[in-house]
């Protein structure tokens, strides 16, 4: 338990305003019971109807999950149907599914699988998760009672490598040869869809955002999809979802940070590790500052411009001190000094060294004193290893835990952090021509994240449009011009 009291903890809500079921082993998952005990009091509550969707869900969950008799029925049907022209899919099967292929980095998959969460809960389906090599080293089962991860044996499971956008199966491509042939729809062709959400998707991939897709995906039991765009916001598009999620979400912006709260939780070793560096480094300080620095440009680090606009960004925004080089200070500051505790994660050690030299050989202009820390610098991204991937989501996490946080443009890691932990953080915009930005960095106006690659077209039109300009919570966002959020 943190020994700083100074922040307000709900030590009493260990269902967090009720987004946990009851009913799970508490040893098998300290995290889910914990957090608590590590964040702020969350201002923003779940409505009472996405509470009752999540026990539906979960119903649903235990009912149709992984070797129950309706999964094992329609595994049958995807045996029975695996060349595209067999079989038509009987749409009065009471189990629909969602698999998530595990794809890109672990910031991505935590968003994707959200967004893929998400569009089960609108669509009754259940969502299972491939295993990849790191979800169940990392996250704790979500759903009481049954598994969300796609079990081993699954049939479809040794062509995930090689479905992509020219797949007879993908979605897009059925469309393309539709138009070709005038006689095919997705529901005669097959009982699995492959959904190809990944960010160079074309125009044919992107209709499956359009509802008028979705009356005849509805009948399809499988769809696999492989993606790495947060696609939540391409949801509220959709005229056909936009009562229910008014319903589930009155606050638009709250969408990753509650579903991001009910979904992952992390296993025992992570959890340990994070509360481990909690303690050591975090837990007695006055205020926690994250600064999330992800650099996108190739050469040798830190960059003299990325180190520049950190230090003005923090400086501009009254984030941390600015120190006295010259002469020594006399006076003692009026009012009390405070501990603060910077927290820095990044590949590369540069920039936490630099700033940790900055305030050993250099008083604090007001007498506050600076700790910093950084956990880790891993180099290369290295997905899908361990250790790795433990490290990052432990980042990712006491990242979330802090009280203010910076974070790098066009990130997902840094994402994740923001809408776990409820904060609108000051990002540092992309640097273009290896300049420091003026200004170097904004405060977001959501804690959402940006979806990079939305659709931009008007599906009853049928002509391009202007997706951030539709409807007022929908917007394009600070970091990525043309990229969506909620807000
Ligand atoms: P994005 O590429 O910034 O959108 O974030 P992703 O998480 O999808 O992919 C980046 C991956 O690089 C992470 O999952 C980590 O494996 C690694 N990585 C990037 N920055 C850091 C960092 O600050 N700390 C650690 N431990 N790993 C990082």
Not at 190 to 196: A, K, N, R, V
Request: contains cysteine; aromatic residues 10%; hydrophobic residues 30%.
């Amino acid at each position: 338990v943190p020994n700083d009291t100074k922040r307000e903890y709900d030590s009493k809500d260990k269902l967090q305003d009720g987004l946990i079921a009851p009913g799970f082993d508490e040893a098998s998952c300290l995290s889910r019971y914990q957090s608590n005990l590590y964040r702020k009091v969350s201002p923003q509550k779940p409505s009472s109807h996405l509470l009752s969707r999540l026990r539906s869900y979960e119903d649903l969950h235990k009912k149709c999950g992984p070797h129950t008799k309706p999964y094992n029925k329609t595994l049958e049907q995807l045996k029975s149907s695996s060349n595209p022209s067999s079989t038509s899919a009987d749409s009065s099967e009471e189990c629909k599914y969602v698999v998530w292929i595990s794809y890109s980095g672990l910031g991505n998959k935590i968003l994707t699988i959200s967004s893929a969460f998400l569009y089960a809960l609108l669509s009754n389906r259940i969502l299972l998760v491939d295993p990849g090599t790191d979800m169940a080293d990392l996250f704790c089962e979500p759903f009481p009672e049954n598994s969300w991860l796609l079990p081993n044996d699954f049939p479809l499971k040794d062509q995930f490598v090689t479905l992509d956008q020219k797949s007879p199966h993908c979605h897009g491509n059925i469309l393309k040869k539709k138009n070709n042939t005038k006689n095919t729809s997705p529901e005669s062709v097959t009982s699995f869809l492959y959904l190809h959400l990944v960010h160079n998707n074309d125009d044919q991939d992107k209709l499956f955002f359009c509802d008028e897709e979705q009356i005849p995906i509805e009948k399809v039991p499988w769809l696999v999809m492989r993606t790495n765009i947060y696609f939540v916001p391409s949801l509220f598009l959709m005229p056909s979802f936009e009562q229910e999620l008014e319903k589930l979400f009155p606050e638009k912006e709250t969408v990753f940070h509650l579903l991001g709260k009910y979904l992952f939780h992390p296993s025992n070793h992570v959890w340990r590790m994070i509360t481990r560096y909690y303690q050591a480094y975090l837990a007695n300080a006055d205020e926690r500052i994250g600064i999330q620095v992800r650099t996108f440009e190739p050469g040798p680090s830190p960059f003299p411009h990325v180190m520049n606009q950190i230090y003005a960004c923090v400086f501009k925004e009254k984030l941390l001190p600015l120190v006295e080089r010259k002469k020594p200070i006399v006076t003692a500051s009026s009012g009390i000094p405070k501990l603060k505790s910077v927290l820095i994660t990044s590949l590369t050690s540069g920039y936490s060294e630099d700033v940790r030299n900055m305030y050993w050989e250099h008083p604090t202009v007001n007498g506050d004193t600076i700790g910093v820390f950084q956990p880790s610098h891993e180099e290369h991204q290295q997905t899908d290893k361990n250790l790795h991937d433990r490290k990052a989501w432990v980042e990712m996490y006491l990242l979330s835990l802090c009280d203010m946080l910076v974070t790098s443009a066009q990130s997902t890691f840094g994402y994740v952090a923001q809408g776990l932990g409820g904060l609108k953080p000051w990002i540092l915009y992309k640097p273009e021509n290896r300049t420091t930005p003026d200004p170097p960095c904004g405060r977001v106006r959501s804690m959402e994240p940006c979806s990079h690659a939305p659709p931009f077209y008007d599906c009853k039109a049928k002509k391009k449009v202007d997706t951030g300009a539709i409807l007022p919570h929908v917007r394009h966002c600070e970091d990525v011009a043309w990229g969506l959020q909620l807000v």
